[in-house]
Structures are given as C-alpha cells and as structure tokens.
C-alpha cells in the first residue's frame, strides 16, 4: 500500500514541478505535494519499525535468534479467508472442554481422593496371612523323612488411639472440597459469561472488519479520482492532500480491524478449546 501511494505520488510530485516551471501551478502546490511525499514516507518507515519490533518478539517467544530471518508463508488476508465467522459462532460451548474447567474439574477429583484417604484412615483393617514349610530329618540328604508345617492367621486392627486427629483430617478434607467445589462452580458462571462477550466481540469485530474493507476500497476510488482531476487540473493539491490523509488513515483502521478480528478469534478458540 505505502509503496504504491509513494510511487505515485512522486509521479504527482514531478508532474507539479513541471506545471510550476512553466507557471501553471503555484510554488505552495509544490511543498504541498513534498509534505504529502515526505508524510507517506515517513509513515512507511513507522511500519517497517514496528514490523521488525513483531518480528524480535516472535524470535523471543520461539526461542530463535535474533538475527534469524522470519519469512511469512501466509498474509493475513490468507489467514481471514481460512475460516468462516458464521461456522465458528454456529459451535456449541462445551465448558468441559475448556482448560480452565478442566483444571479445576482434576482438582475436584483429587480433593475427592483425599477425603476417601481420610475417612478410610478410621476403619477397622483385616488382614491374613499364610505359612507353609517342611523339615527333614535323617543322616542322609537323599533318605530324610520330611514332616511339613503349615499355619494360617487373620488380623484385625481397630484404630482407637488419634481418632481426634483423623477426624481433624476427615474435616479439612471435606473443607478442601467444598472450596475446590466453589472455585469450579464460579469459573463455571465466569465462563458461561466470557463466551457470550467472546461471541459478541468476535461478531461485532467481524462486522467491523467487512465495513473496513469497503472504506478502503471506496477510499481508494477517491483518491485515485482526485489525481485524475488533479492532473487535469480539475483539483487542488489540497483536495489531493485530504483525499491521501483519509486513504492512510482507512488504512490504518482497516489493519486494526484485522488485528481486533484475529484476537478475537483466539480468544473464542481458547475458549472453545480448539487450536
């Protein structure tokens, strides 16, 4: 986009320079048409600056070195057009599926555990056992006579010393479930919320992002009329002026609408649990 402007406005830039030599422009028509150059430029160099800035954050989040080239396969055109808003917004929220649920759900699970530890610790054990052997007798190994022994055995504990203390354990047990229980239930209402907003955001966004595209071609419509006329001499360079400032600054909009859709998106996928 800033290439082709600028290149075209260069083109301006020499057509006003020749119509000032030979007086049919005013020498304001000429710095007017250096700002708009020098402007388009320096907005250029802002981009270049902040998309070196999103690359050395990719290479510190992947681990790469910084002097490691990054090479983009898709542009994020590629990126939008992959997936349909109205498919995403059709899907039903399982909140089992949600990380944040699933945590919570494991943590209830192993405060379960727990309290049956506990309460298992106060009841009677029974346990049995078996023995078996045989001895031989005689001077000889290969003529002994050999009378075998057995014996069998239950054991029954009762615990009846520190039931106090297992009692103390049975009841931070239960505590413990209980807050864990709690903890899922308001995360459960947190997300039942998130994913009506997450919803709102990624349709409102969407939105937003298609009536961008259209300024953005409607925008560049305009200023390319108005070089036209301007080159006939039917505009100002003035007109040409206001007419770039509102391309670039669609532009600008356009991109952010793009960002706010992609970051809703992943917020809606995080959410869904569906990366």
């Known amino acids: 986009v800033y290439d082709g402007n600028i290149k075209n406005m260069n083109e301006l830039l020499e057509s006003t320079i020749a119509r000032f030599k030979v007086g049919m422009a005013e020498s ?3 710095d007017q048409m250096k700002s708009n150059v020098a402007t388009l430029v320096n907005a250029k160099f802002q981009m270049e600056r902040t998309l070196e800035v999103s690359y050395s954050m990719i290479r510190f989040l992947t681990g790469l ?24 917004l059709s ?13 919570l759900d494991g943590q209830v699970k192993l405060s379960e555990l727990s309290l049956k530890s506990a309460k298992a610790s106060v009841l009677p054990t029974l346990s049995g056992s078996v023995y078996y052997m045989e001895t031989g007798q005689g001077s000889k190994i290969g003529s002994q006579d050999w009378y075998p022994y057995s014996a069998a055995g239950l054991q029954l504990s009762i615990p009846i010393f520190g039931s106090g203390e297992r009692t103390s354990k049975i009841q931070k047990a239960k505590i ?11 995360v459960s209402e947190n997300l039942s919320m998130q ?11 969407n939105e937003q992002y298609k009536l961008q595209k259209e300024n ?4 560049g419509r305009v200023l390319t009329s108005v070089r036209n006329k301007y080159e006939q001499g039917m505009a100002s360079s003035l007109d040409i002026t206001q007419a770039n400032s509102s391309f670039l600054s669609v532009n600008v909009e356009y991109l952010n609408a793009l960002q706010s859709l992609l970051q809703n998106k992943i917020a809606f996928d995080k959410l869904m649990n569906t990366f």
């Open 28 to 30: 304001t028509d000429v």
């Open 65 to 88: 070195e910084q002097d490691c080239i990054i090479n983009l396969s898709d542009s994020l055109e590629d990126v939008i057009s992959s997936f349909r808003i109205e498919d995403l």
């Open 176 to 186: 413990s479930l209980m807050k864990t229980l709690e903890q899922r239930d308001v």
């Open 216 to 219: 953005i071609e409607i925008a």
């Open 195 to 205: 994913e009506k907003q997450i919803r709102y955001n990624l349709m409102s966004s």
């Open 91 to 103: 899907q039903d929220f399982k909140i089992e599926n949600n990380l944040n649920y699933q945590m």
